[in-house]
């Protein structure tokens, strides 16, 4: 953990001096991650494989997102109990928020 020291006096002084940049990257920043979050939920799996290639450099298609039941069953197998719940709240917790 990081720890700072400052003798800022507003939000916006500490929070400039932890993560220099202006405000402005942050909105560019957002409307990027809008455009992206906008072309999946229109092109879906053909959107999220240009992505994959663009910002990972790997050529999958939509095809290859696909996970087999048998896949999922294995996964299953080599996790504990634990992790197992963590992930099945996580999922409900997503499908929550967005209804």
Do not use: W
Request: aromatic content about 8%; hydrophobic content about 35%.
């Amino acid at each position: 953990m990081n720890t700072y020291t400052t003798n800022k006096q507003t939000i916006e002084e500490i929070a400039a001096a932890i993560a220099p940049g202006a405000p402005e990257d942050l909105e560019e920043k957002d409307a990027r991650v809008r455009e992206i979050v906008e072309s999946v939920r229109q092109r879906g799996d053909e959107a999220v494989c240009e992505y994959i290639q663009r910002f990972d450099g790997v050529t999958l298609t939509p095809a290859q997102l696909k996970v087999e039941e048998k896949e999922f069953r294995f996964a299953r197998s080599h996790i504990d109990d634990g992790f197992a719940k963590a992930l099945e709240q996580a999922a409900h917790n997503i499908r929550r928020f967005h209804e």
